[in-house]
């Protein structure tokens, strides 16, 4: 496993854990960041990601994509 900023540009990875507080892993889930679910690098800015969530696009910045471990 690896965070989730490992990911390179157009990588579609699968989501293996999410660590940190319950109030965190809760807000990551209502955005589509769920356990076994597949997930895809669209682009890095300014150390953000943003990524491709079903049919969304949504941005974290590094200390949240650091909390998804994925592989």
């Known amino acids: 496993m690896m965070p989730l900023t490992m990911a390179k540009t157009g990588e579609?990875?699968?989501i293996r854990k999410i660590t940190g507080k319950d109030e965190i892993r809760r807000h990551l889930a209502e955005l589509g960041f769920?356990?076994?679910?597949?997930?895809?690098?669209v682009?890095?800015?300014?150390?953000s990601l943003i990524m491709q969530v079903k049919n969304s696009r949504i941005a974290l910045d590094k200390t949240m994509a650091n909390r998804i471990m994925i592989s």
């Open 12 to 14: 579609s990875v699968t």
């Open 34 to 41: 769920v356990v076994d679910s597949t997930v895809m690098v």
């Open 43 to 47: 682009n890095e800015m300014g150390g």
